[in-house]
């Protein structure tokens, strides 16, 4: 068993806890937590381990009568690794806390690539993986963005990507963040650093991205424009992204109109917290102009295309399993369909 512990029980490292509770070569040992609120409730109701992060946490959680097994740094000498996910202000700090205690540490995408040197997508460069202390899962739009290019550049070769963002402005929770009512380009200043942060796991694809905040909380979506490395038509890209792992092609002829109906399936199909780990590209929308100049729309649930990609993250930095058996063990334990032979 894989020892594995949590450091920031929130939107990521809440939705990767429960993923590592499913997987039968995992144990969750424990997951870090700064107040004892409702999330930590829930989490001793359901047997999740809660460790305090100091002396003031403690008294916190024992006031208010929530039991906890112990420290952070009791937490760290039991895993064999931990998934940072405290989130852009505090995780890069903790590393050398990792280093010093011998312990593996996954990062999230809000981190520098710089900061482990190796940003991981299970559909890409799984094997590189293999070893390291340190892994960067990079961030949800990235991730997005990796399969679908993959499919397109092991299938045709991708000259170059060219792709607008529209940004859910904030998390469902975060009821602090705005804009509620405008349309905010973010940056201004162009390009996003989208494109960049895709060439830290497909180093050779040419992309350039540009990205707006819109007041949505439950998904990005992504208008791609990519020039292919040969003529090809609307059919074999669909079935080039059918056969993509962890890609769902979705059909507005079936209800699939907007965001909103993603995540309506994702609640009718029973997933948790309305989960949606797939990146999904609408059926319609593959369109080829010109024999090679590919356009689509892209959608990404912001808060689960990344759990999946965690858990292969775990296996493939401890070596135990191949990719192709990881993703098997990841998408079956997750309800994700595999993919049309
Ligand atoms: P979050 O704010 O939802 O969760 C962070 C959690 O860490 C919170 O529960 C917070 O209380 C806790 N925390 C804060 N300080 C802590 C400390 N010192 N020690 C322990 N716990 C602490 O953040 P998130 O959205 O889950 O983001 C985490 C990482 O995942 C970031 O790098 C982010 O960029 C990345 N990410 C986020 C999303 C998303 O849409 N939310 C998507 C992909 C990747």
């Known amino acids: 068993m894989i020892r594995v512990g949590v450091n920031g029980y929130g939107t990521i490292g809440g939705r990767v806890a429960d993923a590592v509770t499913k997987q039968k070569d995992m144990e969750l040992v424990g997951v870090t937590k700064f107040t004892p609120d409702y999330r930590a409730r829930l989490a001793v109701d359901r047997g999740i381990p809660i460790y305090h992060l100091d002396a003031d946490g403690k008294a916190k959680f024992e006031k208010a009568k929530v039991p906890t097994s112990g420290s952070l740094q009791d937490l ?5 690794v931990m998934i940072e996910a405290t989130g852009e202000e505090i ?18 995408g809000g981190e520098e690539h710089e900061l482990t040197g190796f940003s991981f997508n299970s559909n890409c460069n799984y094997d590189g993986a293999k070893g390291r202390k340190f892994v960067r899962v990079v961030s949800c739009n990235t991730t997005g963005l990796c399969r679908t290019l993959h499919a397109l550049k092991t299938n045709f070769g991708v000259k170059k990507a060219r792709g607008v963002l529209a940004r859910r402005a ?9 804009p509620i009512d405008a349309v905010v380009p973010d940056p201004v200043t162009l390009p996003s650093h989208h494109g960049p942060d895709v060439m830290t796991v497909l180093p050779d694809v040419n992309i350039t991205t540009m990205a ?3 007041p949505t909380t439950h998904m990005h979506l992504h208008s791609l424009i990519v020039t292919l490395g040969k003529k090809v038509t609307a059919e074999e890209v669909v079935a080039a992204f059918q056969r993509e792992q962890r890609v769902m092609v ?14 309506d399936w994702a609640r009718w199909k029973g997933r948790p ?8 590209i609408w059926k319609e929308s593959v369109t080829v102009v010109d024999d090679n100049e590919l356009y689509l729309f892209l959608g990404v649930q912001q808060e689960s295309i990344v759990t999946p990609e965690n858990i292969d993250a775990i296996r493939a930095m401890m070596g135990t399993t191949s990719q192709a058996e990881s993703v098997r063990m990841t998408n079956s334990s997750l309800g994700i369909a595999e993919p049309a032979k």
């Not at 904030?170 to 705005?178: I, L, R, S």
């Not at 979705?250 to 965001?259: D, L, N, P, R």
């Not at 917290?273 to 999904?280: K, L, M, P, S, T």
């Open 273 to 280: 917290r309305n989960d949606v780990y797939e990146a999904c």
């Open 91 to 108: 995780a890069s700090g903790n590393k050398a806390m990792y280093e010093k205690a011998g312990v593996r540490a996954i990062f999230e």
């Open 170 to 178: 904030a998390d469902p929770q975060e009821v602090g963040k705005g």
């Open 212 to 214: 707006i905040k819109i």
């Open 76 to 80: 760290l000498k039991k895993v064999d």
């Open 250 to 263: 979705v059909e507005g002829k079936s209800g699939f109109k907007s965001t909103s109906h993603i995540i």
